[in-house]
């Protein structure tokens, strides 16, 4: 069996040549099998691969591909998306659903015509979902009721509105399924709702309560907690932070992996108490301890939200840009800097710019 965790080794030369190619995000499903869409850091995009799903989980996909059914895992924070093979009788509907999707990155739709297009994307995978009962979907069933969970999110954020749907969808996926892939994209997804209001101490309970959740393994656990604390930080609630704060740095001694996007978090709680040079300075020192490079674009992740909570918008600006240039192998991480950089370019007037990274953000990441 082929993994790493965070990345992808692809198969052998031989295997990779037949089953292998970059695609853009909405290629086209391989009847028979499960088409794999995933996020590629070796080639720095999003490629596809036909195989059989053997497993799925909060920690991602298990699978076989290629004639000798070589044995793949791929992390779920690489996951861009899964087209199941579904039965005959579902698929015109599925196919419609999907094709309704993409006309929601037409380029120069205004935000009218965008929420139209995912009102009509939304119904369809209503009637998708209406056509039978789940059981007989296996697993593509619980598939789309996140990617219907996912079209509400993406009209929430566009309008205020239809928040509480959204959120509702999510929170009901999440509840009815701690363990599957599309889980973690869940959760972010309703976080960065609820923060995008303001709501910080709401997003920082959803991933509170997943960081309890007895089936996921102890990484994932502190990977919720610190979730958590980030956005109890963003809400400058530092008494809701700071025991699991000092928890997680405990388990988290500097030069371990990881270690580095735990005691970022140090840094934020600076800014959050006005101190904005002091977590500049924190940042920096850390700098040299953050061998991976996802530990890297922690580090300026964070540096753009201290910013950004010091008032220094410029400043925040360039840091969500390095990250978005340099450091997009992490997707999560990325996820979010591109999230602020369609706020800061809103902000700026820059409506092209602003709509380049929204379509970025619904084409190319889960959640």
């Known amino acids: 069996m082929r993994s790493i965790p965070g990345a992808w080794i692809r198969p052998s030369s031989y295997l990779g040549a037949v089953l292998f190619c970059l695609l853009t995000f909405w290629g086209n499903p391989v009847l028979g099998d499960d088409e794999i869409q995933y996020f590629d ?16 989980s909060f920690q991602g996909l298990r699978f076989r591909v290629g004639s000798r059914g070589e044995l793949m895992e791929a992390p779920a924070s690489l996951v ?30 205004d935000r009218s015509e965008r929420l139209q297009a995912i009102a009509v994307a939304i119904k369809s995978y209503e009637e998708l979902l209406a056509l039978g009962s789940l059981a007989r979907l296996g697993r593509a069933g619980p598939h789309f009721q996140f990617r219907l969970a996912r079209l509400k999110a993406e009209a929430a954020f566009d309008s205020p509105a239809k928040l509480q749907d959204a959120l509702r969808d999510l929170r009901a996926f999440v509840k009815e399924h701690h363990d599957a892939w599309q889980t973690p994209s869940a959760l972010r997804l309703a976080s960065r709702l609820c923060a995008d209001r303001a709501d910080y101490r709401s997003a920082a309970q959803i991933h509170r309560d997943a960081a309890g959740w007895s089936e996921l393994p102890a990484k994932a656990k502190r990977d919720q907690a610190a979730e958590a604390v980030f956005f109890a930080l963003l809400g400058k609630d530092a008494s809701l932070a700071g025991q699991t704060l000092d928890s997680l740095r405990s388990q988290a001694p500097l030069g371990t992996p990881g270690a ?23 940042l920096n020192a850390l700098a040299p301890s953050a061998k991976e490079p996802g530990d890297r674009a922690a580090i300026w992740l964070m540096r753009g939200f201290c910013e950004q909570s010091s008032g220094r918008q410029e400043n925040a600006l360039w840091a969500f840009l390095h990250v978005d240039h340099l450091y997009g192998a992490d997707r999560a991480l990325h996820a979010s800097a591109i999230q602020q950089l369609i706020k800061l370019f809103e902000a700026r007037g820059d409506g092209a710019k602003a709509d380049a990274y929204r379509q970025r953000l619904w084409r190319e990441f889960a959640g």
């Open 41 to 56: 850091p070796g080639v720095g995009a999003i490629v596809s691969v036909a195989g059989t799903i053997e497993q799925e």
């Open 80 to 109: 861009v998306d899964v087209i199941y093979d579904v039965p005959g009788s579902f698929k015109p509907a599925y196919l419609q659903a999907r094709t309704d999707e993409k006309k929601i990155q037409s380029l120069g739709l």
């Open 260 to 282: 580095a996007r735990v005691h970022a978090l140090l840094a934020l709680a600076s800014a959050a108490q006005a101190k904005p040079d002091d977590a500049q300075a924190m």
